[in-house]
């Protein structure tokens, strides 16, 4: 017998009508709520405006809390055995060697471990799958708008086909740092944008050494080079300006290139992630650097604890989201701002700290306790 869950406002039962709940876009945070919605019996119904789920190298680090969190749908079994713990960060300065940090344990197990997002993803699709929903792919929203009980929301397969309208009891906008939802409903999306062009590259290499798992070298002129490893043979590089890929090629004799682009970062969150019956989740609720790798993090929590939120007829979870995405956005800039910082003196006492603290397992792990999510 299906979990039959009170949801707030809603009189109909959840199972008696498809659209009760409609989630936007298919990414990390879509997947989540959908999942934590499937397994408890509710119909549930997601879609992306992609043909199909994009593989193309984005998050690497996921942290110990989202592990905890999928694991009742059996996607941390699945998963764990082939991600690489994190155990071993290296940090550089100018070419010299700052610290080479032993990881600690964070509630006994590793903050973080390695492993691509797209093919986490994927996991997360199949599990949803074998609860009997898939994601509409190639349906984009067009429009939304409200009545105090419902959303009225537009759906359009293809070009010049019929659309489609639908309403709905909650609108789930998991539709990335561009949220189409967040743009229809006109929700303020306050912050700044960061002033550096990014970029991002994947090779694949034999010549990573085993025993590190990420490397972080910066520079006195403000920039850093974020490398890590998705999978074994596969090294992803992100730097705070143009050309990754030829960083890349020159620390590693063998690289093959497997793509590189080019990306702009704003830290930006939407003061409230609740307007009347939509929900903003994941990047459509809250934007940052990948310096700290929150992103994926942050979009997996916020789509299970708004779903079960939902399901316990919960709204105080609203107070919830904004608090975390608040928490998470000071943490990543406050780690950017040290990482980039061209002040002599910050360099000095950031590098001081991480050279005590490469000796000292108790001082490095505020930081790792932020990394894991455990929180
Ligand atoms: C280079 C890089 C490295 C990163 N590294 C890390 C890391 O190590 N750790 C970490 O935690 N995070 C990291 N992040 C951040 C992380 O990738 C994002 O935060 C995460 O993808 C957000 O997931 P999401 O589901 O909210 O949004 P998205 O992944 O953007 O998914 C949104 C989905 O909505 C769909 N959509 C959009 N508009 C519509 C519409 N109108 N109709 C239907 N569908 C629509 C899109 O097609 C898309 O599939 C990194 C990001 C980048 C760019």
């Not at 929203?141 to 009980?149: C, D, E, K, M």
């Not at 309403?167 to 929700?187: P, Q």
């Not at 700290?353 to 505020?366: D, E, T």
Request: glycine share 10%.
């Amino acid at each position: 017998m299906p979990h039959q869950p009170k949801l707030h406002g809603a009189s109909i039962a959840l199972n008696s009508r498809r659209d009760r709940i409609l989630v936007i876009g298919g990414g990390a945070s879509g997947l989540a709520f959908a999942l934590t919605c499937a397994a408890a019996g509710v119909n549930v119904r997601i879609v992306d405006k992609r043909p199909h789920r994009s593989l193309i190298g984005k998050a690497t680090g996921v942290a110990q809390g989202v592990w905890r969190q999928l694991q009742r749908f059996g996607v941390t079994a699945s998963v764990i055995p082939d991600a690489i713990p994190m155990r071993n960060f290296v940090f550089y300065d100018d070419g010299s060697l700052i610290a080479n940090v032993s990881v600690p344990a964070v509630d006994g197990s590793q903050p973080a471990h390695l492993y691509p997002q797209g093919q986490l993803e994927q996991h997360l699709e199949h599990a949803l799958h074998t609860y009997g929903v898939s994601v509409e792919y190639g349906t984009t929203l067009v429009s939304v708008a409200q009545s105090g009980v419902a959303a009225h929301v537009t759906l359009m397969k293809s070009e010049g086909s019929v659309p489609e309208l639908c309403e709905i009891d909650w609108l789930i906008g998991a539709d990335g740092a561009h949220s189409d939802v967040r743009r229809y409903l006109n929700l303020p999306f306050v912050g700044r944008d960061y002033p550096e062009q990014w970029s991002v590259a994947e090779i694949e290499t034999s010549e990573w050494p085993p025993e590190v798992q990420a490397q972080l070298l910066l520079h006195r002129n403000g920039t850093g080079l974020f490398l890590s490893q998705p999978s074994r043979g596969v090294v992803q590089g992100i730097l705070n300006a143009q050309g990754a890929a030829a960083e890349l090629k020159k620390r590693f004799g063998d690289a093959e290139v497997k793509y590189e682009r080019n990306f702009r970062v704003s830290l930006r969150r939407v003061p409230r992630p609740r307007i009347g019956r939509a929900w903003l989740i994941g990047d459509a609720a809250h934007v940052q650097s990948p310096v700290g790798g929150q992103g994926l993090n942050l979009a997996i929590w916020d789509g299970i604890t708004l779903a079960e939120a939902l399901l316990d007829n919960d709204l105080t979870v609203e107070e919830r989201l904004a608090a975390r995405a608040r928490k998470v956005l000071f943490f990543t800039d406050f780690d950017y701002r040290m990482l980039a910082t061209r002040v002599w003196l910050l360099r000095r006492l950031r590098n001081s700290y991480w050279r005590f603290a490469a000796g000292n397992p108790i001082v490095a792990k505020w930081f790792f306790k932020i990394i894991s999510g455990v929180w």
